[in-house]
T-cell receptor
């Protein structure tokens, strides 16, 4: 019954490493989103994509990039990880044009040391 | 997408109704009101949504004011498992519409 899958539940990376967070959905949704969640700051939108190869910046895109080569997969990339990117990262997908719910992955807790 | 304002926290006694308010005074005509909740360490979970009319499902009821500038999520008989952060979101349905969460309301259901 899994609908949105994030590649890792926990991840530890070193400062300066290139980090890939993968998200896959099996519902053929057009819209996919990446968020980070930090204590006291709620869910903040990093990037989203409404179609293959299409991407839009969210509220906090600095230090991140994304890739959407296939409809089902949306990757978040940290080009050079820094300690202030230690956070919980959540991926979501929703069907375009439909008034339906967004489905979230289980989250990836990334620690940059 | 319109912004929303919610109280940061609320308490509710177990078995009583929990009424969670949300202000969305800049909502536009084609934007829906959605509610999600997030239980600790899990991704947000959809609860209910509406446009103009009040809505009810097995989890909750949604009351939207006539001018659509505010809404209330009602959990009719709150249980301890309803302790969570509740997010109110307004969103249009066009491609490219962001799905943006505010700070939410932390509901604490007490025995």
């Amino acid at each position: 019954d899994v609908k949105v899958t994030q590649s890792s539940r926990y991840l530890v990376k070193r400062t300066g490493e290139k980090v890939f967070l993968e998200c896959v959905q099996d519902m053929d949704h057009e819209n996919m989103f990446w968020y980070r969640q930090d204590p006291g700051l709620g869910l903040r939108l990093i990037y989203f994509s409404y179609d293959v190869k299409m991407k839009e910046k969210g509220d906090i895109p600095e230090g991140y990039s994304v890739s959407r080569e296939k409809k089902e997969r949306f990757s978040l990339i940290l080009e050079s990880a820094s300690t202030n990117q230690t956070s919980m990262y959540l991926c979501a997908s929703i069907e375009w044009g439909k008034n339906t719910e967004a489905f979230f992955g289980q989250g990836t807790r990334l620690t940059v040391v | 997408d319109a912004k929303t304002t919610q109280p940061p926290s609320m308490d509710c006694a177990e078995g009583r109704a929990a009424n969670l308010p949300c202000n969305h005074s800049t909502i536009s005509g084609n934007e829906y009101v959605y509610w999600y909740r997030q239980i600790h360490s899990q991704g947000p979970q959809y609860i209910i949504h509406g446009l103009k009319n009040n809505e009810t499902n097995e989890m909750a009821s949604l009351i939207i004011t006539e001018d659509r500038k505010s809404s209330t999520l009602i959990l009719p008989h709150a249980t301890l498992r309803d302790t969570a952060v509740y997010y109110c979101i307004v969103r249009g349905n066009n491609a490219g519409n962001m799905l943006t969460f505010g700070g939410g309301t932390r509901l604490m259901v007490k025995p």
